[in-house]
Protein backbone atom coordinates (compact mmCIF):
# COMPACT_ATOMS: atom_id res chain seq x y z
CA UNK A 1 0.00 0.00 0.00
CA UNK A 2 0.61 3.73 -0.44
CA UNK A 3 0.07 6.47 1.46
CA UNK A 4 -0.50 9.92 0.09
CA UNK A 5 -0.77 13.04 2.26
CA UNK A 6 -1.24 16.79 0.86
CA UNK A 7 -0.45 19.86 2.27
CA UNK A 8 0.13 23.92 1.68
CA UNK A 9 -3.96 24.55 1.37
CA UNK A 10 -5.12 27.80 2.47
CA UNK A 11 -6.95 30.89 1.55
CA UNK A 12 -5.06 33.45 -0.78
CA UNK A 13 -6.38 36.57 -2.77
CA UNK A 14 -7.03 36.32 -6.53
CA UNK A 15 -3.36 37.05 -7.95
CA UNK A 16 -1.54 35.09 -5.29
CA UNK A 17 0.39 32.03 -4.75
CA UNK A 18 0.24 28.53 -2.88
CA UNK A 19 2.56 25.54 -3.25
CA UNK A 20 1.07 22.46 -2.34
CA UNK A 21 2.87 19.23 -0.98
CA UNK A 22 2.15 15.37 -1.46
CA UNK A 23 4.26 13.41 0.39
CA UNK A 24 4.32 9.52 -0.47
CA UNK A 25 5.30 6.46 2.24
CA UNK A 26 4.96 2.59 1.80
CA UNK A 27 5.51 1.30 -1.18
CA UNK A 28 6.27 3.92 -3.17
CA UNK A 29 8.77 1.93 -5.32
CA UNK A 30 5.55 0.31 -6.68
CA UNK A 31 4.35 4.07 -8.24
CA UNK A 32 4.65 5.06 -11.43
CA UNK A 33 3.32 8.88 -12.09
CA UNK A 34 1.29 10.98 -9.94
CA UNK A 35 -1.48 13.55 -10.36
CA UNK A 36 -3.26 16.34 -8.94
CA UNK A 37 -7.08 16.58 -9.33
CA UNK A 38 -9.54 18.80 -7.57
CA UNK A 39 -12.97 19.06 -7.02
CA UNK A 40 -15.41 22.86 -6.62
CA UNK A 41 -18.57 22.34 -4.41
CA UNK A 42 -21.13 20.95 -6.63
CA UNK A 43 -18.76 19.63 -9.80
CA UNK A 44 -17.03 16.27 -10.55
CA UNK A 45 -13.55 16.25 -9.43
CA UNK A 46 -11.18 17.11 -12.46
CA UNK A 47 -7.81 16.17 -13.66
CA UNK A 48 -5.33 19.00 -12.69
CA UNK A 49 -1.88 17.79 -13.77
CA UNK A 50 0.25 14.98 -13.21
CA UNK A 51 3.92 13.95 -13.75
CA UNK A 52 6.29 11.17 -14.52
CA UNK A 53 8.00 8.95 -11.96
CA UNK A 54 11.15 10.68 -14.03
CA UNK A 55 10.01 14.12 -13.43
CA UNK A 56 10.55 14.56 -17.21
CA UNK A 57 6.96 14.25 -18.69
CA UNK A 58 4.19 17.03 -17.39
CA UNK A 59 0.84 17.29 -18.28
CA UNK A 60 -1.80 20.17 -17.30
CA UNK A 61 -5.24 20.84 -17.83
CA UNK A 62 -6.08 23.60 -20.38
CA UNK A 63 -7.73 25.83 -17.30
CA UNK A 64 -4.13 25.32 -15.28
CA UNK A 65 -1.26 25.67 -18.14
CA UNK A 66 1.35 28.73 -17.75
CA UNK A 67 0.00 29.37 -14.07
CA UNK A 68 0.92 25.55 -12.26
CA UNK A 69 3.87 23.96 -12.22
CA UNK A 70 4.31 20.19 -11.58
CA UNK A 71 7.25 19.06 -10.18
CA UNK A 72 8.74 16.29 -7.89
CA UNK A 73 11.79 15.18 -5.64
CA UNK A 74 12.07 11.13 -5.56
CA UNK A 75 14.69 11.48 -2.97
CA UNK A 76 11.87 13.19 -0.66
CA UNK A 77 9.06 11.00 -1.96
CA UNK A 78 7.18 13.95 -2.94
CA UNK A 79 4.89 15.65 -5.57
CA UNK A 80 4.91 19.49 -5.60
CA UNK A 81 2.21 21.71 -7.45
CA UNK A 82 3.26 25.25 -7.92
CA UNK A 83 0.02 27.52 -8.15
CA UNK A 84 0.75 31.15 -9.40
CA UNK A 85 -1.95 33.62 -10.61
CA UNK A 86 -4.73 31.98 -8.88
CA UNK A 87 -8.07 32.64 -9.90
CA UNK A 88 -11.36 31.85 -7.64
CA UNK A 89 -12.32 29.61 -9.96
CA UNK A 90 -9.60 27.34 -8.48
CA UNK A 91 -11.17 27.14 -5.31
CA UNK A 92 -11.05 23.71 -4.97
CA UNK A 93 -10.15 20.78 -2.42
CA UNK A 94 -7.25 19.49 -4.35
CA UNK A 95 -6.06 15.55 -4.70
CA UNK A 96 -2.75 14.55 -4.82
CA UNK A 97 -3.15 10.85 -6.79
CA UNK A 98 -0.57 8.01 -7.83
CA UNK A 99 -0.80 5.25 -10.50
CA UNK A 100 0.96 1.64 -9.97
CA UNK A 101 3.03 0.04 -12.33
CA UNK A 102 1.28 -0.46 -15.63
CA UNK A 103 -2.07 0.55 -13.94
CA UNK A 104 -4.51 2.92 -16.47
CA UNK A 105 -5.95 4.56 -13.64
CA UNK A 106 -4.81 6.13 -10.29
CA UNK A 107 -5.17 3.66 -8.01
CA UNK A 108 -3.46 5.51 -4.37
CA UNK A 109 -4.93 8.64 -3.50
CA UNK A 110 -4.46 11.16 -0.38
CA UNK A 111 -7.34 12.91 1.46
CA UNK A 112 -7.35 16.43 0.15
CA UNK A 113 -6.46 20.41 0.95
CA UNK A 114 -8.65 22.86 1.02
CA UNK A 115 -7.67 25.92 -1.47
CA UNK A 116 -10.09 28.97 -1.37
CA UNK A 117 -9.00 31.89 -3.43
CA UNK A 118 -11.09 35.10 -2.88
CA UNK A 119 -11.79 38.02 -5.65
Known amino acids: QVQLVESGGGSVQAGGSLRLSCVAS????????MGWFRQAPGKEREFVAA????????SYADSVKGRFTCSRDNAKNTVYLQMNSLKPEDTAVYYC????????????WGQGTQVTVSS
Open 51 to 58: ISRSGGAT
Open 26 to 33: GRTYSTSS
Open 97 to 108: AAKKFYSDQYDY
